[in-house]
């Protein structure tokens, strides 16, 4: 566990490390970035809370071992669907039928938009299972319900 | 110490590896292409956004262009992810 100084200001800021990331991904088709930059900045939140509150206390908290587990056993899998999902649209579509907005607006550039959120959600759900995976799956880590 | 066919084999990959690299163009030279036959990269830059509609040429080329190379990168990682989470497990635990 470190300093009361890093703990609070990374309880202040990490919803906005989230927001940024959010923002990379979202804008993946007008500025640079996109889902794997975007990706990588919505786990980091989780690796700076980890390592400013030690892995003895995240591993007492309940929720993150069943926000842990919601993501090695759904959310992944759910994830992928939908990214197959943007792919099969953006193949089957025509891409004038798909977010036809100007060169420069949010809603523009067919398929693209769609595929880097998909894609960004993928990049965060996988590094967070890693990281998640070598933080809790230890030895004498117990499975409860 | 004998010469066994690994080390054969490491010459020959060496001394291809050589060659190739004193083929390549020099740092910071621009290879020449007649502009008659355009180069893959110069049709991505002049039809990216008029094709697409989206600015940024990278993501035109990853999601776009390169798409079904884009989704084997990210079964990559969802393997990956799927591999940690299997072998750290502890036996027998759901």
Known sequence: MLSIIVRTISKMMYLFMILYGFYIIVHGHLTPGGAFPGGVLMVSPIVLLTLAYGIKKIKQERREIELAEVLETDALIAILGVFLFTVLIAKVMPRELLLTGSPGTLASGGPIPLLNFGGGLEVTAALAIIFLSMVFMKKGWRHEH | ?94
């Open chain 2, 1 to 94: 110490m004998s010469i066994k066919p690994a080390h054969l084999l490491i010459a020959i990959l060496w001394i291809l590896l050589m060659v190739a690299a004193v083929a390549m163009p020099a740092f910071g030279s621009f290879p020449d292409r007649a502009p008659t036959m355009k180069s893959v990269a110069v049709y991505y830059l002049e039809n990216g956004m008029a094709q697409t509609g989206a600015l940024n040429i990278v993501s035109t080329i990853v999601w776009d262009y390169r798409g079904y190379d884009t989704l084997g990168e990210v079964t990559v990682l969802f393997t990956a992810a799927i591999g940690v989470s299997a072998i750290l497990r502890k036996v027998g635990e759901a």
